[in-house]
């Protein structure tokens, strides 16, 4: 899938767009950046020390499953840390502030739906439906996370920001699969791909809303089934 490989390529635009903030001007470097002088080496060295990569991801990781537990409002960067296994000095190298993390971690979330569509076993629309939901499915904490996140977005800057864009990359990823089912012939002609970009990541959210208080509310595969018949071209419906 080339505009999922396009995206991936271009995995730090989330961070950019809200990450680069919080730091001293005394530090000289980018929120999330491997190249802090502190940890890695000394004044003259911009390499980081094997793990580094290691300890960020545990660190995402950590951050990650305490606002699935907790919400935002129990993200306590020494608690990260802790869970991360690392001192506080470690979590501030590769996160400059809080908020600095929080938009890493919608970065992290962003790469989930680079992985749906990466494993998606088809081209269309109707594969990408069935392996996000496959996503879902296998990290129940990925739902509340993303609402919490969204709500976070609603009144912090940052995190509205890479939450658009994590947002666009998504619709976007859609929008091509259906452009490319119309061109096909397999979806209807009279369809918006833009608009139904929007229309199928919005069920995707709704139904896991739905599902993360109601787990019996319907099944999620059948329901995908059926939005994915809407969307058919009426040959391919009648079958």
Do not use: C
């Amino acid at each position: 899938m080339d505009e999922v490989r396009r995206a991936k390529g271009a995995g730090d635009r989330v961070v950019r767009a809200g990450g680069e903030r919080g730091r001293g001007a005394s530090t000289g470097a980018r929120a999330g950046s491997n190249a802090r002088v502190g940890e890695d080496g000394d004044a003259g060295s911009r390499r980081p020390r094997p793990g580094a990569d290691e300890r960020r991801a545990a660190l995402l990781a950590a951050a990650y499953a305490t606002i699935g537990d907790r919400g935002l409002e129990g993200l306590r960067t020494r608690e990260v840390a802790a869970r991360a296994g690392v001192n506080i000095a470690t979590l501030h190298y590769h996160f400059g502030s809080k908020e600095d993390l929080v938009v890493a971690v919608i970065a992290h979330v962003r790469e989930r739906f680079v992985a749906a569509g990466a494993r998606a076993r088809g081209d269309g629309v109707a594969a990408h439906l069935a392996a996000a939901g496959e996503v879902f499915g296998d990290d129940p904490q990925l739902g509340r996370v993303m609402l919490k996140l969204v709500l976070r977005g609603q009144r912090d800057r940052a995190a509205r920001t890479a939450f658009r864009s994590l947002h666009d990359f998504w619709a976007g990823m859609v929008e091509a699969l259906l452009r490319d089912g119309v061109a096909r012939g397999e979806l209807r002609q009279d369809l918006d791909p833009r608009a139904g970009g929007r229309v199928v990541t919005s069920f995707v959210m709704g139904a896991m809303i739905q599902l993360g208080v109601n787990a019996r509310a319907f099944e999620f595969a059948a329901v995908a089934e059926e939005l994915a018949g809407w969307l058919a071209a009426p040959a391919r419906r009648a079958r």
